[in-house]
RNA sequence: GGGCCUGUAGCUCAGUUGGCUAGAGCGCAGUCCUGAUAAGACUGAGGUCCCCCGUUCGAGCCGGGGCAGGCCCA
């Protein structure tokens, strides 16, 4: 066994590593439980395969593989599949990067066929290195099967969902306003816009539209984009809103009533004064009809329809006129507006910002062209007021800057339903799927917050006008439009009528698969897939249906789904993941797909902010990895509270960790990362002290054996504490909740270093190997393996060196990794809640006595005769005639006496028990506690303590009191020194005799031999003679208690030689090649000493 | 505007069904202990438990109303 006092865990894990790989445990691993009647099944939800994994990719991977682990060892059958996601535009963004393209034509150019290669080329390749970067995580996966959402199983089968949606009648044709970017011809998704955020000035426009049948009067209204002027069909104004009726030339316009003061700054020179000639509650404008800015343009003479005013809550007075400029082809709210209002829609401009036929002059002009001949033309019609400078915040493309224009658009989508409408539909599946209790949200509040989206979510729109992703199987008929979804390679095939030659052998992707027609079912005329492909979380979402199978192998479906666990971070999977998890089991089987889901929150860097790699913040998981190692930040994330953002504490840099290398030395951590591996770090000291000794004295725990009845007390406590461990980390792990699954290792750990081993030392370091020795060294021993095999899940790498080093190598029938072991089950017999309570009190005498000295201002080595001791219970009592030597032993005192009662060191206090009183009095509580209060607390007391009753005047009435009722706490009489806490009362006989003295000083000798030793370069185990030149009193101390100083240091011969009090020394000259240290007089109460070890 | 969450020591957070003098870790100051320890122990400084109102003998906790922050949806 080889254990260095300190660990560097990069280099540990390394070479765990490489052990693994050599003995091919992985594979074991996998397979471990292929006979197992039990299965646990774990559906992993796939990550982006777009660039490399950073730290902040690892929490969620911890908790994946933790619970993979744990339950692998206790037998669970399990399919152990990474999952990657390929498809999408964010890929699509990355290789237009790579290739240098700036816009869509671009693609074309290069050829779609070509780019899609390309885009499957990443994915491919930043999957390879996400494998090995999850590999250096310790992450446990059966890496030769993990699943690429770009398959061609998972596109089928994601094609029968939606086949299976349209026979329900759920898929539609639909439109929406979206951002889109005029350059890229693109649409820009809700995440893209934040990104693209700028600060810029336009010119904005007063516009009058006048009102019909109502001669010279107009609403005025306001805009930021005069080119989406001519696709006007409404005008809003808020009901609730109160509009002025002002005179000004001769005409009449209508606004809201807190714009009138800054009409009067914008008139300019071309307008006179203008008069509010009366107010109008906003409602009393509704249905009012107007004569739009360009009615004489065809398309607006196409809608057959007119203009006019309608209601918008959202109107307010804050900027504009508080009448708002309705075009909803041009703007997301109008369009909502006009769906509920039922308004007509222009949508002027195509996918290049170019105006279409029907606008006259405009058509085959830019829209960043347009303000200026507009403002002109307006003129030219009379309806324009005045321009006015307006800077705002606006979106743009993030990609080329370009300002984004709002664009109607068609797009397909899924229908949710409603709650409240008849029949069933996918809405109502969804929310009772979430609503059953049967699901588990981890946080709980994960729930609400899905079926909060649940009931509000808009239908879902499943196309996107790119060209990597899922090829929409929808079909459209160019002559009767009508349309159907193919739900599968086969029917393809079958109703292919051209380009199937073309397409077959190809993945189901664009542009191979756009060759292939069929006939439509209505009219007979040849029908093209439309050129959409699908949002990326369809390909999420089918997972649990396509990973397992479904279309081919019902029975292995039905083995694995639902899953029973799916672990993700909270912020964004409510509208994805989970989300199309939902949806997707909810239409195929109306069924749940997951029964745990177990949420975390965002890992964000040591200034708060989130890791983005457009930030420039991101860290590569193997970079941290090299430095911090990957158990440390395993240990953080499993200790992290889930619903909580985590911080990532800094990280030295490669310079910084490279210097301490080129020395020797591991990496430096900060003080955040020392105490976030504090456990490891205490387990790691605990462990290289027991290999220590064990190397020493060449034990082998195969060979002995001590029934744990026959072990000291404090064997048998933390033999104790450790059973208590195992269940509570067991019983953490199955709840889902590793917080409290380390929080009770660390404890544990906690318990073992600062009681068991600090109280045991003696026992190892002794020479003789007596049953006590050996019952240390077993209990030890069994400890640090149970840890092991605790801490695998947590800390794979330091779990197996602490099993190979303590099992392995001397036990070669033991499983061959720690991670091939079965789960440590606790044995209840040996938990035993006496000795519990017992070490409590003891420690909590210690912690007393401790502070006693420290009120004293007496150091520990120096001993004392008595140390007084009050508690509570004759169990108390009992309990410390057998442990009170362990109180001494550790606060250096002779003897404990117990203090009895009538002790005049004590005073007493009643303390009144609130729960069991105030239910009982009620309101006449405070007249009891004042009666209580009143009066000779000590005579009180010792009426309770005496007769078990305390009657009590209450207003005229006895009330009685009992022992249950109010406690009698004991405190130290002033000018003792003693501290208590909770009525333990420790004090202390600070009389310190010449002996005592004496030996004090034998001690603080002893301390610095020790020190010398260690300076000195000699190992633990040397044996050494020792010379000590000092003055006559110490050199007195010396020799009277040389048997203590020689035995504690290991010494064979201890040559004391005292100065004469002119300085000169007697006989004894220490050898030349002995190490020699001269210790001042100040360490050592006084007395200058010349110490000199030499190893013999 | 709606939903969910949060507000307690300088920082990060606990605080059980309402009950005595509100706790821990880190950090800070001091003392001690140590041949396992980059460890540990003790003492100290540091609090309007976000604010207001209510319920109650009693509120950090329950109810109402605010304020501030985070996330999500509009």
């Given at each position: 066994m080889v254990a260095p006092t300190r660990v560097d865990y990069p280099q540990l894990e390394e070479g765990v590593q490489r052990w693994w790989d050599e003995h091919d445990i992985l594979n074991r691993y996998l397979h471990?439980?292929?006979?197992?009647?039990k299965r646990w099944s774990f559906i992993d939800g796939p990550m982006t395969a777009n660039n490399p994994m950073g730290v902040h990719h690892a929490w969620g991977r911890t908790y994946k593989d933790l619970w993979q682990r744990f339950n692998t060892m206790r037998g669970y059958r399990q399919r152990y599949q990474n999952g990657w996601d390929c498809q999408g535009l964010h890929v699509e963004v990355e290789v237009e990067k790579d290739l240098g393209f700036r816009n869509k034509h671009d693609i074309e150019a290069y050829g779609v066929g070509a780019f899609v290669e390309k885009c499957k080329e990443r994915v491919l390749h930043f999957a390879d290195v996400a494998t090995h970067q999850s590999i250096r995580l310790g992450e446990w996966m059966d890496w030769s099967d993990s699943y690429y959402t770009m398959s061609n199983e998972n596109n089928y089968t994601i094609w029968g969902f939606l086949k299976k949606c349209w026979q329900e009648g759920w898929i539609y044709k639909g439109h929406d306003v979206m951002p889109w970017c005029p350059r890229c011809g693109t649409g820009i998704s809700d995440m893209e816009i934040n990104e693209g955020r700028k600060k810029v000035t336009h010119t904005s426009v007063y516009v009058r539209f006048p009102l019909v049948g109502r001669l010279h009067e107009y609403l005025l209204v306001w805009t930021?984009?005069?080119?989406?002027l001519p696709a006007n069909v409404a005008a809003a104004v808020n009901p609730a809103l109160t509009y002025a009726k002002v005179e000004q030339d001769g005409n009449v316009y209508y606004l809201s009533s807190d714009v009138v003061p800054k009409l009067k700054k914008l008139r300019g020179r071309e307008h006179g004064e203008a008069k509010v000639v009366a107010t109008l509650p906003g409602?009393?404008?509704?249905g009012w009809r107007y004569t739009g800015p360009?009615?004489?343009l065809p398309a607006w003479n196409n809608t057959h329809t007119e203009h006019r005013v309608v209601a918008w809550?959202?109107?307010?007075?804050?900027?504009?006129?508080?009448i708002v400029h309705i075009a909803p082809g041009c703007g997301r709210e109008d369009y909502g507006l006009a769906k509920e209002d039922d308004l007509a829609i222009l949508a002027p401009v195509d996918e290049n910002g170019v105006y279409v036929d029907g606008?006259?002059?405009?058509?085959?002009?830019q829209v960043a062209d347009v303000a200026r001949p507009i403002f002109d033309d307006l003129k030219e019609k009379r309806l324009f007021y005045q321009t006015e400078s307006y800077e705002h915040v606006y979106p743009h493309?993030?990609?080329?800057?370009t300002e984004l224009i709002f664009r109607l658009v068609e797009e397909w989508f899924i229908a949710m339903g409603?709650?409240?409408?008849p029949g069933d539909n996918p809405r109502k599946r969804l929310v009772r799927i979430v609503e059953d209790p049967a699901m588990t949200w981890i946080p709980g509040f994960g729930r609400e917050r899905e079926l909060d989206w649940l009931r509000n979510m808009?239908?879902?729109?499943?196309?996107?006008?790119?060209?990597?992703?899922?090829?929409?199987p929808i079909f459209v008929c160019p002559k009767c439009d009508a349309f159907e979804v193919i739900g599968s390679e086969d029917e393809l095939r079958e109703r292919a009528v051209a380009g199937w030659e073309e397409f077959?052998?190809?993945?189901?992707?664009r542009p191979w698969v756009d060759a292939v027609k069929i006939r439509c079912a209505a009219c007979g005329e040849v029908a093209s897939r439309i050129p959409d492909v699908g949002n990326p979380w369809l390909d999420a979402g089918i997972v649990p249906f396509s990973t397992l199978h479904y279309r081919h192998n019902r029975a292995y479906w039905r083995d694995w789904f639902p899953a029973d666990f799916i672990t993700e971070s909270f912020p964004g999977q409510f509208r994805n993941w989970f989300y199309s998890l939902l949806v997707m089991a909810a239409v195929l089987e109306?069924?749940?797909?997951?029964?745990t889901v177990l949420g975390h929150a965002t890992l964000i860097d040591e200034f708060g902010e989130e890791f983005h790699k457009s930030k420039g913040n991101s860290i590569p998981f193997d970079e941290a990895a090299a430095v911090v190692g990957a158990d440390t930040m395993r240990w953080l994330y499993a200790g992290a509270a889930p619903e909580q953002n985590l911080r990532f504490p800094r990280i030295p840099t490669e310079s910084e960790a490279a210097e301490l290398r080129a020395v020797g030395q591991p990496p430096r951590l900060n003080e955040k990362w020392m105490e976030a591996r504090a456990a490891l770090d205490k387990l790691w000291n605990v462990y290289s002290f027991f290999v220590t000794y064990a190397n020493i004295d060449d034990f082998d725990p195969t060979t002995r054996a001590l029934p744990v009845?026959?072990?000291t007390d404090l064997d048998r406590w933390v033999l104790s504490e450790l059973q208590e461990t195992m269940l509570m980390v067991e019983a953490g792990l199955v709840t889902f909740n590793a917080q409290r699954g380390a929080g009770a290792i660390s404890a544990f750990v906690e318990n073992l270093s600062n009681w068991y081993v600090r109280r045991s030392r003696r026992r190892f370091w002794k020479s003789e190997e007596d049953a006590d020795k050996v019952a240390a060294y077993l209990t030890l021993y069994e400890c640090l393996v149970t840890l092991a095999k605790l801490l695998a899940p947590f800390t794979p790498f330091l779990a197996e060196s602490l099993y190979q080093n303590l099992v392995r190598s001397v036990d070669m029938?033991?499983?061959?990794?720690v991670h091939l072991c079965d789960w440590p089950v606790a044995d209840?017999?040996?938990?035993s809640p006496q000795l519990r309570d017992e070490t409590a009190l003891v420690l909590r005498l210690v912690n007393l006595g401790r502070a006693a000295r420290e009120k004293a201002q007496?150091?520990?080595?120096q001993p004392l005769a008595v140390l007084y001791a009050r508690v509570h219970t004759d169990a108390e009592r009992e309990s410390l005639t057998r442990l009170g030597e362990q109180v001494l032993e550790e606060l250096n005192v002779k003897r404990l006496e117990l203090l009895p009662?009538?002790?005049?060191?004590l005073r007493y206090t009643l303390q009144p028990r609130m729960h069991v009183l105030g239910p009982k009095h009620g309101k006449l509580l405070p007249k009891v506690l004042a009666a209580l209060r009143s009066g000779d607390m000590q005579a009180k007391a010792r009426t309770l303590a005496d007769t078990g009753r305390l009657p009590l005047d209450v207003e005229g009435q006895e009330v009685v009191l009992t022992p249950d009722e109010v406690e009698v706490e004991a405190s130290a009489q002033e000018g003792y020194t003693a501290t208590e806490e909770r009525g333990y009362v420790v004090a202390l006989d600070t009389t310190i005799t010449p002996a005592l003295l004496a030996e004090g000083l034998a001690r603080d000798l002893t301390r610095l031999v020790q020190d010398v030793r260690k300076r000195a370069g000699l190992a633990v185990e040397d044996t050494i003679d020792t010379w000590l030149l000092t003055d006559a009193e110490l050199a007195e101390v010396a020799r009277t208690h040389s048997a203590y100083i020689k035995d504690e240091t290991l010494t064979r011969e201890l040559t004391v030689t005292a100065l004469d009090a002119n300085g000169q020394t007697g006989v004894s000259v220490p050898p030349a090649e002995g190490y020699t240290e001269v210790v001042p007089a100040a360490k050592l109460g006084g007395h200058e000493v010349v110490v000199t070890v030499r190893k013999r």
């Open positions: 471990r439980n292929d006979g197992s009647e930021t984009t005069p080119w989406t409602s009393e404008l509704l360009y009615d004489e809550d959202e109107v307010s007075a804050a900027e504009g006129t508080g606008y006259d002059w405009l058509t085959g002009m493309c993030w990609r080329c800057k409603s709650l409240d409408a808009e239908d879902w729109m499943i196309s996107k006008k790119r060209y990597w992703g899922l090829a929409l077959a052998g190809h993945t189901p992707h109306d069924t749940a797909p997951f029964k009845s026959e072990r029938a033991a499983p061959e990794s209840s017999a040996l938990i007496i150091r520990v080595r009662l009538e002790s005049d060191m």
